[in-house]
């Protein structure tokens, strides 16, 4: 087991896959445990799409142990979970919309005491106001006003010199135009408003998502 990359924190590299390193051998997607001086879970890039973004070889992505995250379309916690074992000193407010992945979503948070659940519409920040200012700003929305949501929240509750990470799903804005077109015309709209740190499509791991990255000025 292997450290990843020194910008990931608690992500480890082993058998061509990821890891994160966890603070008890519990398991909460089934997924694999391995103790080698600690215990290891392995994250699967087909299910998370931060995971896909790593071995895309993303350079960076402003995420430290201490980090305060918003994470937005937290769904039943998959991806929650593990960026849990990245900021392990650090919290997470998880906001889903759907009752029914809230409550998958709230068993998770009475394991992980790092992530508080938020059953809210992300379309809608004044309705979780009171979480204050974050280091980072998680999206993995998919609806055809995802920009503007991310660009909304990112307004409302980004630090300056903070991060953004945007996991779009191209054919959830426009099913006729090709992805590539999709991430031309996303890329330039976040450039109006917010600088562009990197960006990756997400193939093979993710079929026409995109993963960007961008920092508050």
Known sequence: MRPFNKNFPNVFFDRGRLWTKSDSPQTFFEERIIRQGGFYREWDAKRSKLAAALLKNISQIG????????YLGASH???PSFLSDMVSKGHIFAIEFSPVSGRDLVALCEKKKNIAPIIANANHPEEYKDIGKVDIVYQDVSQRNQVEIFLKNCDYFLNSGGFGLLALKAKSIDVTKKPKDVFRTVRAELERHITIVDFRELEPFEKAHGFYVVKKK
Do not use: P, Q
């Open 77 to 79: 916690g998959y991806t």
């Open 63 to 70: 995420i430290k142990e201490d980090s305060s995250v918003l």
